[in-house]
């Protein structure tokens, strides 16, 4: 009897005694990286500063690489830049002994830690955009380090008053909208953009690039200021296809319209009408390439239609 009860419990318990034994084998053979970051996450609130005494203020060093320009569309006035944001502040609550946990670095996934508050100021279609699939790396001291990167449209006042040997400036501004100065301070260690993985554009060359810092108020509230970092890029139109295209074959014509004047008085029409009408055309074709819009006038455009007039004029006996 004595041996049936212990078979009955052998039976019973084996198998919560073997479940056990894998669990505690599973337990045993976790990493380093898990063990360092349940040490950290434990009661870790991403919603609060990164700061343990919450009087200190944020320093936040915001950095742009650019990648690509996509596109300057004149009429819109829209600059579209593919680029890097690259973000460094310090986690007073994610700092680890380094002889403890020997690890240098581990990459988590961003949307678990607090992270700076930015916005696109000069945003075309949009201020805020969705980072939350980029990764952030942490470092012993608390170094947070996170790169979210994308399409950015912002806006760009363009003048081409002098097309196509027209330059402008664009900027992309990033800077704090819900957190004053005070709580955290948007700066910047660099004076320049980063182009070290920068692809060529087709129709534009970057003179150069400015980085600076500055701070803003709203009148009702002219103490709360916020800060914001501006990233400017000088462009230049690459002018070889319009001078093969629109400035020779433009100065050609004028040419021949203007020698108008020296034909004689007999057939002066029929060839003025001919040549009002082919340089017509030509205006048509040059149209096409001049950018649409009203802000300014190319003085290109200028000197074709004071071109054109003057051929009227000469078809007059």
């Known amino acids: 009897m004595w041996c049936k009860m212990y078979r009955t419990v052998d039976f019973i318990y084996l198998p919560m005694l073997c479940m056990l034994a894998v669990n505690g084998k599973?337990?045993?053979?976790?990493?380093?990286?898990?063990?360092?970051?349940?040490?950290?996450?434990?009661?870790?609130?991403?919603?609060?500063?990164p700061v343990l005494n919450s009087s200190n203020t944020v320093t936040v060093d915001i950095h742009f690489s650019l990648l690509q320009i996509q596109d300057l569309n004149v009429r819109s006035q829209v600059f579209a830049t593919t680029g890097l944001l690259v973000l460094m502040w310090r986690d007073e609550r994610l700092s680890w002994n380094e002889n403890e946990y020997t690890l240098d670095q581990v990459v988590i996934d961003s949307s678990g830690i607090w992270k700076p508050?930015?916005?696109?100021?000069?945003?075309?279609?949009?201020?805020?955009?969705?980072?939350?699939?980029?990764?952030?790396?942490?470092?012993?001291?608390?170094?947070?380090?996170?790169?979210?990167?994308?399409?950015?449209?912002?806006?760009?006042?363009?003048?081409?008053?002098?097309?196509?040997?027209?330059?402008?400036?664009?900027?992309?501004?990033?800077?704090?909208?819900?957190?004053?100065?005070?709580?955290?301070n948007l700066t910047t260690a660099h004076t320049s953009i980063s182009l070290d993985t920068y692809e060529k554009n087709g129709e534009w060359d970057i003179?150069?690039?400015?980085?600076?810092?500055?701070?803003?108020?709203?009148?009702?509230?002219?103490?709360?200021?916020?800060?914001?970092?501006?990233?400017?890029?000088?462009?230049?139109?690459?002018?070889?296809?319009?001078?093969?295209?629109?400035?020779?074959?433009?100065?050609?014509?004028?040419?021949?319209?203007?020698s108008i004047f020296l034909s004689p008085?007999?057939?002066?029409?029929?060839?003025?009408?001919?040549?009002?009408?082919?340089?017509?055309?030509?205006?048509?074709?040059?149209?096409?390439?001049?950018?649409r819009t009203s802000d300014h006038v190319p003085l290109l455009g200028q000197y074709l239609y004071l071109i054109y007039s003057q051929s009227i004029l000469t078809t007059f006996p």
């Open 207 to 258: 003179l150069s690039t400015v980085v600076e810092r500055n701070e803003f108020s709203f009148a009702a509230t002219p103490d709360q200021k916020f800060s914001f970092v501006n990233f400017s890029v000088y462009l230049r139109r690459r002018h070889v296809f319009y001078i093969m295209n629109v400035i020779l074959p433009g100065i050609l014509t004028s040419t021949v319209l203007l």
């Open 117 to 184: 508050e930015f916005a696109t100021i000069n945003g075309a279609e949009s201020i805020y955009q969705d980072y939350s699939e980029f990764h952030a790396a942490l470092y012993p001291d608390g170094t947070v380090r996170w790169e979210p990167g994308g399409v950015f449209k912002t806006v760009c006042q363009i003048d081409i008053t002098h097309y196509p040997f027209d330059e402008q400036r664009c900027n992309l501004t990033f800077g704090a909208w819900s957190y004053y100065t005070s709580k955290m």
């Open 265 to 291: 008085p007999a057939p002066k029409i029929p060839i003025g009408v001919a040549a009002l009408l082919s340089f017509r055309l030509f205006l048509v074709n040059v149209g096409d390439t001049i950018p």
């Open 26 to 49: 599973h337990f045993k053979q976790r990493s380093d990286e898990e063990k360092l970051l349940e040490h950290l996450f434990t009661d870790y609130n991403p919603s609060a500063r």
